[in-house]
């Protein structure tokens, strides 16, 4: 208990002061490891304020606190994150989606699947990278469709997901045309047809 409440007060720091790094202080709670320890990281994460308020958790803060939750993989911490999805600002939003990805959870899952059709592309991004987190080879056909997403910072991120997923190095050139995404996105579906029905994910 004497830790914790050490390692809260550090964390909840103005980032004003910069006598100690604050996400030492939430790695300092997630080594210790209790229940109670987590549930501070995942107030940081919401960016609740302790009582009485001394400082506010910044985005940076946070999102290191999101990333910390999609590690421990908690399903109870799932429910919360979704919540934030439809609350956060645009750059927290994104951390949880690409966390989302590490709890293989099928309402997660959904979640990740949903906003690959989103009308904000660093949410399909975002989604994409949750996706790759995942590491499953259900994520492959949604992310060979990816490739003919009008926005060209789309297309890269789902080739790169591509080759993470599979170790394949299908060549696609830093500032592909729709015409080159969709001549590469055919030779992603010609090797998913001969292998996808073998075929593990790379760890």
């Known amino acids: 208990p004497f830790l914790l409440e050490q390692l809260a007060a550090l964390a909840h720091a103005p980032a004003s002061e910069h006598r100690w790094d604050r996400q030492q202080a939430l790695e300092g709670l997630a080594r210790l490891g209790t229940r109670a320890a987590w549930e501070e990281i995942l107030r940081i994460a919401q960016g609740v304020r302790p009582s009485p308020a001394k400082g506010s958790a910044d ?95 789309v297309r890269q991120v789902a080739h790169f997901a591509l080759q993470g997923l599979t170790g394949q190095k299908f060549k696609l050139s830093p500032r592909a045309s729709r015409a080159e995404s969709a001549r590469i996105a055919e030779q992603w579906r010609a090797w998913w047809r001969e292998h996808g029905a073998s075929f593990v994910p790379a760890r």
């Not at 999805?85 to 750059?91: I, Q």
Request: charged share 20%; hydrophobic share 45%; glycine share 6%.
């Open 59 to 153: 985005d940076p803060l946070r999102a290191y606190a999101v990333q910390l939750l999609g590690e421990k993989g908690d399903p109870a911490f799932l429910p919360p994150l979704l919540e934030m999805l439809s609350t956060a600002p645009e750059t927290l939003r994104g951390e949880v989606l690409r966390a989302l990805g590490l709890f293989n959870d099928p309402r997660a899952n959904q979640v990740l699947f949903q906003k690959l059709h989103s009308q904000v592309a660093n949410d399909r991004v975002n989604a994409i990278l949750g996706l790759r987190n995942l590491e499953s080879k259900d994520a492959i056909p949604a992310l060979i469709a990816m490739l003919s997403d009008p926005e060209a910072q």
